[in-house]
């Protein structure tokens, strides 16, 4: 069984800044591109940056130049780093990886369970 995990959301004023985990468990044999989502309440889920396996990233542009995302491929485990947060940023934020298992012939989409961030204004 693989899953990912996201850590790292709460509660923080505008202008703050938080960066969020997510981390990959199970029997893994390699990870290809990983992605940040959120969705606030009352819309659609949109991607926030995705980060390929050779490390290339690309964000949406209500994040650029305040968003980092990151990943270290030795501990299986994805960053978004989240600087001058504002209100709008408030969405429940989900990690996103394609995988593939040891044997598995393509790769599959595996989604976290989210984590919470609230910018208060």
């Known amino acids: 069984q693989v899953q990912l995990v996201e850590s790292g959301g709460g509660l923080v004023q505008a202008g703050g800044s938080l960066r969020l985990s997510c981390a990959a468990s199970?029997?893994?044999?390699?990870?290809?591109?990983m992605a940040w989502y959120r969705q606030a309440p009352g819309k659609q889920r949109e991607l926030v940056a995705a980060?390929?396996?050779?490390?290339?990233?690309n964000y949406v542009d209500s994040v650029k130049g305040r968003f980092t995302i990151s990943r270290d491929n030795r501990k299986n485990t994805m960053y978004l780093q989240m600087n001058s947060l504002k209100p709008e940023d408030t969405a429940v934020y989900y990690c996103?990886?394609?995988?593939?298992?040891?044997?598995?012939?393509?790769?599959?989409?595996?989604w976290g369970q989210g984590t919470l961030v609230t910018v208060s204004s």
């Open positions: 199970g029997r893994i044999f390699s990870i290809n591109a």
């Open positions: 980060i390929s396996s050779g490390d290339s990233a």
């Open positions: 996103n990886a394609e995988i593939k298992l040891p044997g598995g012939l393509q790769y599959l989409e595996v």
